[in-house]
C-alpha cells in the first residue's frame, strides 16, 4: 500500500480545531453545501469567545442547522481536547435524524452498542457519541450517578425544553394499581387522604380516573421509614428500579401523588448534580429555538441567569418560515372545533400532503378516529411520522399530547389542526397548574407548549404550513390580552396576523355557500403559493418588534432554587428564609401567595411543626385546592344577600372590556361543562356558571372539604346543591349504591349547616336508573347529558344577545328580558334541566 502521508508536511496531519476549517475537510455528501450564514456566525462566535465559557445556550429558529453547528462544536472540542464529547437528543427517533445528519456532512459518531457499554471510541475521545436523554439521566446509567461518573469535554443538549419534560419523567417513580405497593402505600396514607377530601378520596376508591390527591407533607415526612422500607422491598420493580438509587437517600424531599391509576413520587429539587457527566462537563451547549423561553433551564437544568440570559443567537434574522394562523371560530361561531374535525379528519386519497392534528387528550381523539383518522399510539408513532414522509398523505394523522420532539418539514404538513390547550402529563405539573392557574410560571410553561406544537409544521426557512386553532380553551388562551403575552414576538405577531385573516374573512362569508367555504378558500391561498398572501404575510412579520414579556421570572426561579438547594442539605432555616423573600417581594397574586406560604410551610415543618400548621392554614385560606392544615378550618356559611340578581350578573359581565371577551370567556366555560372532562375542571365550570347567572356561589368540598361539589345561592333565599359525576362512562346504566350514599351524606351536610331551606338537589350523572341497592334519603333530581346540553346552548344564547349592546351599558330589564326569553330564570332552572329518577324494583 502506497504511503501517501510519508509526502505531505507534519504540519498538514495536524487536526483542525476551527469548526469552519472541519467543515472544509469532512467527506460531505453532494447535498451538503457551504455553511449557511447563521451557522456561520455561530460556529465564529463560539469559537472566537466562547469556547471557555462553562454553559452557554444557543438560540437560532428552526430550521436553520443547529445539529450541525452542534456536531461540529463537539468535532472541534475532540481534536483540541481529546476527551470525550457527547451529543443528547429528547428521544430514540430524534438520534435517528442526528446520525444521518452526522453521516450526510461525513462527521464520525459511534452509538451505545447493543450490549448497553459505551463504545471504547467515544470513552477514549476518538468519535461524538449520539445518544438520548433517558441514557445519561437515570439511576442505574452506565455513565455513572454520584462520584463516580465518565468525564466528558462538552456536552450538547439539543432540543434542550423537550429534554427538560423527559429527564424529570426518568426521576420520578410511577406504581401501577396492579402493583401491591399502590395498594400498601394507599392503605399507609388512607386517613390523611380522607381528612384531606374525603369525596376525592371515594372517587379514587371507585376508579374516577382524573381524580388526584397529594399525600400532605406532614405525613410524608413522618411516615418516611415504611415508605422506604416498602420501596426497598421491591426497588427491582421496573417502575421504582431507574429512579430508587437518586430518590433513596432522600425520599422525604419528594411529593407524591395517587390517583385512581397509580402512585407518582417526584423529587421537589431535580436532581441533575448527580449527573457529572453532564453537571461537570467542561462545556455544557442547550440548543433552544427562538420562540422558547429559556428561564426554565435554571431549576430544570442547574444554568445561571447569566447563562440565560445572553445566549448566542443570530441577530441578522427576526423570523423564518411561514405560518397562516387560523382561527376559524373567530370566523363564525359556527365554525366550531366539530365542523373543522368533520371537514379535514376523514381520509381523502388524491391529498399531495399531510394533514396533521395535535390533539390534547385520547378523549379528545375520538371523533377523529370515527371519521378514519388514524390515531397514534406510544408504540407506534415514530413509525407513522416515517410513513408520512414516504408519502403516505390519504389519513389524516392524530397526535396525542405530544408537542415536540416532533419534525414535519414540507408536503409532510400542510395543515395542521391544534386540538384544546395541552395538558400537563405529570401528576406534580398537574397539580401545579390547578393551584397557579394565574401564575406567570404556568402560563408560560403553557404558551411554551402551544409555541412547540405551533412549530411542528415549519421546519425551515422556507417552509409553509396552515394551520387551525380550535377549541374555545385554546382559541381564548391565543387570543386574549391577558395570555398572549406570554408567547414570543414571533408568535404574538402570526397571532396578531391570524386575527385580520379572521376580520377580512368575515366579509367573505355573505358571498359563500357555507361558512367553511371561507376556511377552504384561505387554505388554498396558502396551499397553492397565493402571491397577494406571500407578500402580506412578509409585509407584516417585517414588522416585527422585538419585545420580551417582562417580569422576574429569572429571579423567582433563581431564588426557588436556591431554597430548594439549601433544604436539600438540611438547612431549612435559609429554606424559609428564601421563600419568605419571594413573599416579600414578587408575589402580588392571592393564589401564588398561598402556593409559596405552602413551600414555606414545608421547609418549616422541619423548624416547628405548630408554625407549619399555622402558616398552612394561610396558605390554605389564600388558596383552596392547596392541602388543608391539620386543623383550623371551619365552613362558612353562604349567607343569603337581599341584592337584585341582574346587578350580580352586571357586575361579572363588567370584567370583560368587550363582547368579544365575554364570548370567548363563555365559549371557555361552557367547553369544560361537558361529560368526560377532568372532574377539577367540570365543577370549576360550574362554579363559574353559577356566577355569571348572578347567584352566589360555592365550591364547599374543595374549599372545606366537606358538602357538595357545588353550592348556588339565588333569589328568595332558595339554594341549589349540585353533585357532579361528569366522568361516569356513558355505557354506565345505574347509579350505584355509593353514589347515592355521597349524595345522602351532602344532603345531611346541608341540612345541618342550613335547616330547612328550599333548596334543589340535582346529581349530574349520564344515567337516570338508581340501582336496586341503593337509596336517596331526600328529593333528588338528575341531570343528564341531554338537560345539560339545553343548560349550555341557553347560557351561549343568552350572552349571545349582548353582540348588538355595548355590553356595560345595557339595561336591567333587557337582561331580565334575555333571561326570560332562554329559559334561565330561577323557575327555568328548578325545572328545566333536571328529571326524576327512575329506581329499580328488581336485581
Not at 467527506?27 to 465559557?53: C, F, M, V
Not at 375542571?681 to 357545588?710: H, M, T
Request: some cysteine.
Amino acid at each position: 500500500m502506497v504511503d501517501f502521508k510519508k509526502k505531505l508536511n507534519k504540519g498538514d496531519l495536524d487536526k483542525k480545531i476551527n469548526p469552519f476549517e472541519i467543515y472544509d475537510k469532512l467527506d460531505r455528501r453532494s447535498i451538503a453545501g457551504p455553511l449557511r450564514p447563521a451557522q456561520k456566525y455561530i460556529l465564529e462566535n463560539w469559537y472566537t469567545n466562547h469556547t471557555t465559557d462553562s454553559d452557554l445556550i444557543i438560540k437560532l429558529h428552526t430550521g436553520e442547522g443547529k445539529t450541525l453547528i452542534g456536531l461540529l462544536i463537539l468535532q472541534s472540542k475532540l481534536n483540541s481536547k481529546k476527551k470525550p464529547c457527547l451529543y443528547i437528543c429528547p428521544n430514540k427517533y430524534l438520534v435517528q435524524q442526528v446520525c444521518i445528519e452526522a453521516r450526510k456532512f461525513g462527521i464520525p459518531f459511534c452509538l451505545i452498542e447493543s450490549n448497553n457499554l459505551l463504545p471504547n471510541d467515544f470513552l477514549e475521545g476518538n468519535k461524538i457519541l449520539i445518544t438520548h436523554v433517558q441514557k445519561l439521566f437515570n439511576g442505574k446509567s452506565i455513565f455513572g450517578i454520584n462520584n463516580h461518573f465518565i468525564e466528558t469535554e462538552c456536552v450538547i443538549l439539543d432540543d434542550s425544553h423537550a429534554c427538560i419534560d423527559s429527564i424529570k419523567n426518568s426521576f420520578s417513580i410511577k406504581i401501577n394499581k396492579e402493583n401491591e405497593v399502590y395498594k400498601t402505600l394507599v392503605s399507609l396514607f388512607e386517613d390523611e387522604l380522607r381528612n384531606q377530601d374525603e369525596g376525592s378520596f371515594l372517587d379514587i376508591q371507585n376508579e374516577t380516573y382524573d381524580t388526584q390527591l397529594l399525600i400532605p407533607y406532614w405525613s410524608w415526612i413522618e411516615k418516611k421509614s415504611e415508605v422506604l422500607q416498602l420501596l426497598s422491598s421491591r426497588n427491582e420493580d421496573k417502575e421504582i428500579l431507574f429512579a430508587w438509587p437518586i430518590l433513596k437517600n432522600s425520599i422525604e424531599q419528594c411529593i407524591a401523588f395517587i390517583t385512581a391509576n397509580e402512585i407518582e413520587i417526584t423529587p421537589l429539587r431535580v436532581p441533575i448534580n448527580n449527573f457529572g457527566t453532564f453537571a461537570k462537563a467542561g462545556q455544557r451547549i442547550l440548543m433552544s429555538a427562538t420562540t422558547q423561553d429559556d428561564s426554565f433551564f435554571i431549576k430544570g437544568l442547574g444554568f445561571s441567569i447569566n447563562s440565560v440570559k445572553n445566549p448566542l443567537k443570530f441577530p441578522d434574522q427576526v423570523w423564518s418560515g411561514e405560518k397562516m394562523i387560523l382561527l376559524p371560530s373567530l370566523i363564525d361561531e359556527e365554525i366550531d372545533r366539530e365542523l373543522v374535525i368533520n371537514k379535514l379528519a376523514p381520509p381523502f386519497n388524491k391529498r399531495t400532503y399531510g394533514v396533521v392534528a395535535l390533539t390534547s387528550s385520547f378523549k379528545k381523539s375520538e371523533l377523529y378516529h370515527q371519521l378514519g383518522a388514524n390515531v397514534s399510539r406510544p408504540e407506534n408513532i415514530f413509525e407513522n411520522i416515517i410513513n408520512l414522509k414516504n408519502g403516505g398523505y390519504e389519513n389524516t394523522l392524530v397526535i396525542v399530547n405530544r408537542y415536540d420532539g416532533i419534525d414535519l418539514p414540507d408536503e409532510s404538513c400542510r395543515i395542521l389542526i391544534i386540538d384544546s390547550m395541552p395538558y400537563f402529563n405529570s401528576l406534580a405539573d398537574k397539580y401545579e397548574e390547578q393551584c397557579r392557574s394565574t401564575s406567570d410560571i404556568i402560563n408560560i410553561k403553557i404558551s411554551q407548549k402551544i409555541e412547540q406544537g405551533l412549530g411542528r409544521s415549519v421546519r425551515g426557512e422556507k417552509d409553509y404550513t396552515v394551520i387551525l386553532i380550535i377549541g374555545p380553551d385554546l382559541v381564548k388562551f391565543i387570543k386574549s390580552v391577558r395570555t398572549n403575552k406570554y408567547f414570543s414576538s414571533q408568535t404574538r405577531k402570526q397571532i396578531e396576523i391570524g386575527l385580520q385573516i379572521s376580520d377580512m374573512a368575515i366579509e367573505d362569508l355573505e358571498t359563500s355557500k357555507n361558512q367553511f367555504d371561507v376556511v377552504t378558500s384561505l387554505i388554498r391561498q396558502s396551499v397553492l403559493r397565493d402571491d397577494g398572501w406571500k407578500a402580506f404575510y412578509k409585509e407584516e412579520m417585517d414588522k416585527i418588534v422585538e419585545s420580551e414579556f417582562k417580569n422576574d421570572i429569572y429571579l423567582i426561579l433563581q431564588i426557588e432554587k436556591e431554597a430548594e438547594e439549601a433544604s436539600f442539605k438540611g438547612d431549612n432555616e435559609t429554606a424559609c428564609n428564601k421563600i419568605q423573600t419571594l413573599l416579600d417581594t414578587y408575589v402580588l397574586d392571592e393564589n401564588e401567595k398561598g402556593w409559596y406560604l405552602q413551600l414555606l410551610a414545608r421547609y418549616k415543618y422541619w423548624i416547628s411543626k405548630t408554625e407549619s400548621n399555622k402558616i398552612q392554614k394561610s396558605a390554605f385560606q389564600s388558596n383552596h385546592q392547596l392541602l388543608k392544615p391539620k386543623d383550623g378550618i371551619y365552613y362558612k356559611k353562604i349567607e343569603y344577600i337581599n341584592e337584585n340578581r341582574v346587578k350580580r350578573i352586571k357586575a361579572w359581565i363588567d370584567d370583560h372590556k368587550s363582547y368579544d371577551e365575554l364570548s370567548l370567556t363563555v365559549d371557555s366555560i361552557v367547553h369544560y361543562l361537558s361529560f368526560g372532562v377532568d372532574s377539577e375542571k367540570f365543577e370549576n365550570a360550574l362554579w363559574e356558571i353559577g356566577n355569571l347567572l348572578g347567584f352566589i356561589s360555592q365550591r364547599p368540598d374543595k374549599e372545606f372539604r366537606k358538602g357538595p361539589d357545588n353550592l348556588w345561592c339565588g333569589v328568595d333565599n332558595k339554594y341549589f346543591i349540585f353533585e357532579c359525576k361528569n366522568q361516569v362512562e356513558d355505557s354506565r346504566d345505574e347509579i350505584k349504591k355509593n353514589e347515592a350514599g355521597q349524595m345522602n351524606s351532602h344532603c345531611g351536610w346541608f341540612e345541618s349547616e342550613y335547616g330547612t331551606v328550599p333548596v334543589k338537589r340535582i346529581l349530574i350523572i349520564p344515567t337516570k336508573n338508581v340501582s336496586y341497592y341503593a337509596n336517596f334519603t331526600h328529593e333528588v333530581v338528575i341531570m343528564r347529558k341531554g338537560k345539560l346540553r339545553d343548560l349550555k346552548n341557553n347560557i351561549k344564547a343568552f350572552i349571545k344577545e349582548f353582540k348588538s349592546y355595548k355590553i356595560n351599558e345595557i339595561s336591567d330589564d333587557k337582561i331580565q328580558t334575555f333571561l326570560t326569553t332562554h329559559k334561565l330564570t330561577i323557575n327555568d332552572l328548578e325545572n328545566e334541566y333536571n328529571e326524576s329518577y327512575f329506581k329499580r324494583k328488581v336485581i
